[in-house]
C-alpha cells in the first residue's frame, strides 16, 4: 500500500483517490450483463474498427458476416475498418449467414456505431507491469452524461473511475477494455465500449 501511495503522489495528489477505490467495483458484473461490442478506435477518431472475434465459436458453423455501415457503405469480414466522413451516431447493421444442408440461415444484429463518444484509453507506466489507465480524455456527446466508468485488465481482474491502477503478474500482450455507462435524453440508458492492447514487459 505504501508503494502504491508513493507512486500515485509522484504522478499527482489527484490521482490517490482512485488507488485507494478499486476493492469496491461492479466492473466484472458490469462487462457479464453487457452483450454489445467494444470499438477499437484509431488514431483518426472518425476512424472505427469493428471486431467480433472474440464472439465467434471456433467450433460452430462457418458463416458469411456483413456489415452495414449505416452510411451507405457496406464491408464483408469478422473484423472490417471504416472511416466515416462525419461525426454523429449510426445505426448500422450485422449480417451473418450460415449454409445448413440446403438450408440459408441469416441472423442480423443491430449496431449503433457512435462517432460522438469516443473511448480513449491511455496509459502511464511507472514501473514495469504497473499501468495507471486514464479515460478522462474520451469525448461524450454533448447531450450524454456519464454514471460509472469500468475496467477489463485483461488478466481476468478489473477496476472502476476513469482513472485507474493496475499491477500485472505477468508479462504478455493484454486487451484492456473500458465500458462507460451514459445516460441521454433521447437514447436513454445505454454503454460505450472501447478496447486497446498494451504489451507488459
Not at 467494444?38 to 472518425?46: A, P, T
Not at 451516431?89 to 460522438?116: H, M, Q
Request: hydrophobic content about 35%; overall charge negative.
Amino acid at each position: 500500500m505504501i508503494k502504491r501511495l508513493l507512486s500515485c503522489v509522484f504522478l499527482g495528489l489527484s490521482l490517490c483517490n482512485f488507488v485507494l477505490a478499486q476493492g469496491d467495483c461492479l466492473s466484472e458484473q458490469a462487462f457479464a450483463e453487457y452483450d454489445g461490442p467494444c470499438f477499437e478506435y484509431s488514431s483518426n477518431e472518425l476512424c472505427v474498427t469493428l471486431d467480433i472475434t472474440e464472439a465467434i465459436d471456433p467450433e460452430g458453423l462457418e458463416g458469411k458476416y456483413t456489415w452495414d455501415l449505416g452510411d451507405g457503405n457496406m464491408l464483408e469480414g469478422i473484423k472490417v475498418e471504416h472511416c466515416y466522413e462525419n461525426p454523429g451516431t449510426y445505426e448500422g447493421e450485422l449480417i451473418a449467414r450460415f449454409a445448413v444442408d440446403d438450408t440459408f440461415l441469416e441472423d442480423r444484429v443491430k449496431v449503433k456505431i457512435d462517432i460522438e463518444t469516443l473511448i480513449k484509453i491511455d496509459e502511464t507506466v511507472p514501473e514495469p507491469a504497473q499501468v495507471y489507465f486514464d479515460a478522462s480524455q474520451s469525448f461524450i456527446a454533448n447531450d450524454s452524461e456519464s454514471h460509472g466508468y469500468f475496467w477489463d485488465f485483461g488478466d481476468g481482474q478489473y477496476g472502476c473511475q476513469s482513472l485507474a491502477f493496475h499491477k500485472y503478474k505477468d508479462k504478455g500482450d493484454y486487451w484492456v477494455r473500458l465500458l462507460i455507462k451514459l445516460t441521454s435524453v433521447d437514447q436513454g440508458e445505454y454503454h460505450a465500449c472501447g478496447k486497446k492492447l498494451i504489451t507488459v514487459e
